[in-house]
């Protein structure tokens, strides 16, 4: 595959978990990336971490404000000159059961996961339509998009919903050169893990066919394939990361 060298990548809740994984290996493939999150000092540490300081750009971003997301594409081009890839990463997932579920935890996760997506693809599309040029990829989930989950029935709502906005989005860009896609992770090992407790461990450990969790750059390395030139031809699809879980016709 081309390298991505030279190219500009933003990657939205980019300080950790999936995020952090992305970042990862969109750098080690020669782009030069922003990790733009809500914790600005968590963005700081990874991008230090991350060890490129002349590749990297740490910047506070809330995907719940467009002007905030302006600012990020505002000084991601001042930085780098351009904007090549987005992952809209950045979402929520707590657990909340359906009889406890209120309209303030319902417009929350909805804001956080389906409008600051749209508004992270907003505020950067005007720098890929004057290049002529980009990739877009989502981050949704195979919950709410292929299986349900008790306790996230909200989640499961806002990850569908992203692939809604994907699909008419992508028809409208599909001219200018740019491509939005989305890749589905299943059961990925993120710092959230640590609050599960090894019985939910266990039990999701034992819904995935090849008996491993999938990690952070597992992810990473779907949206670098589609974050591509070679996957210019594909737009409004999605890609599935889950060592198999969804297959089995019955448990």
């Keep these: 595959m081309e390298s991505l060298t030279g190219q500009v990548a933003v990657v939205t809740g980019g300080a950790r978990g999936i995020g952090l994984g992305i970042c990862r290996v969109l750098l080690g493939e020669g782009a030069n990336v922003v990790v733009a999150d809500a914790d600005g000092a968590a963005a700081a540490a990874a991008a230090t971490a991350l060890d490129r300081p002349d590749a990297v750009l740490a910047l506070e971003a809330d995907v719940t404000s467009i002007d905030s997301m302006r ?145 952070p750059e597992d992810v990473g390395w779907a949206v670098r394939f589609l974050a591509s030139r070679e996957a210019g031809y594909i737009t409004g699809q999605t890609l599935v990361i889950d060592g198999g879980q969804v297959l089995p016709e019955s448990a």
């Design 71 to 215: 600012q990020v594409a505002a000084a991601t081009t001042a930085r780098f000159g351009r904007i090549d890839v987005l992952a809209a990463n950045a979402g929520i997932y707590p657990h909340i059961d359906l009889a406890e579920l209120d309209g303030d935890a319902w417009d929350r996760v909805m804001a956080i996961n389906v409008r600051g997506a749209l508004f992270a693809i907003q505020a950067c599309l005007p720098q890929m339509e004057s290049q002529g040029y980009g990739r877009i990829v989502l981050t949704s989930s195979i919950t709410g998009s292929i299986v349900g989950q008790p306790g996230y029935g909200h989640y499961g709502a806002s990850k569908a919903a992203m692939l809604g906005l994907m699909r008419s989005a992508a028809l409208e860009v599909a001219a200018s050169g740019i491509t939005i896609n989305a890749v589905l992770p299943g059961n990925i090992r993120t710092p959230g893990f640590d609050d599960l407790g090894p019985g939910h461990e266990r039990a999701m450990l034992a819904a995935i066919p090849m008996g491993v969790f999938g990690e």
